[in-house]
């Protein structure tokens, strides 16, 4: 009996020792539980500071984007008065129309100038091949000439903002020639 006793009194002194073990051993739980949240929270915050900061450098990049869009009409309305003012019969026989005229290319250049400074540059179509993310093209024309998908004209002028498509180039494609095959009327047989 006396070791029975000896069991009961060991499992009496044991059982504080067991629960101490599990409340440390919860606690740990806890803290492990504690710190992975924490981490979590701190690999958001870093990744939603790179968000801004990329919102904020693409606002600073791009922020004009409408602006300059809208200031193509300018350039665009330019370009059509000096055309049209230049092909207007009765201006033709103005002694300044050559001063009126050089004065449209000046404030063209200006504003070219205040595009380039602003990463607004000009698409090249000459004789390049029609690439849909750059070029829109309004009609085909028949040209041998030049190998089919090939820009032959530019209706309106495009333009990039930096490495974005600001407005497509408005073009005419070349296309090869249809042949047409002349087929010779079949003789009716008599009957």
Do not use: C, W
Request: charged share 40%.
């Amino acid at each position: 009996m006396g070791n029975l006793n000896d069991e009961d009194n060991k499992d009496k002194n044991d059982a504080p020792l067991k629960k101490k073990e599990e409340k440390e051993q919860g606690l740990e739980a806890k803290l492990k539980d504690t710190e992975e949240k924490l981490l979590r929270s701190l690999a958001e915050l870093e990744n939603q500071r790179k968000r801004f900061e990329k919102d904020i450098k693409e606002a600073i990049e791009f922020g004009g984007f409408n602006f300059a869009k809208e200031n193509l009409v300018i350039l665009d309305n330019l370009q059509r008065a000096y055309i049209s003012i230049k092909n207007d019969p009765v201006l033709k026989t103005n002694k300044d129309l050559e001063k009126f005229l050089d004065n449209i290319k000046i404030i063209e250049k200006d504003l070219i100038s205040i595009f380039k400074k602003n990463k607004i540059e000009k698409i090249d179509t000459k004789s390049k091949k029609f690439d849909p993310n750059f070029h829109q093209a309004m009609t085909e024309i028949e040209d041998d000439n030049f190998e089919p998908g090939t820009i032959v004209q530019e209706m309106l002028a495009g333009y990039m903002f930096g490495n974005r498509l600001l407005r497509p180039s408005l073009v005419a494609v070349s296309k090869k020639k249809a042949q047409n095959e002349v087929k010779k009327p079949e003789k009716e047989e008599k009957k």
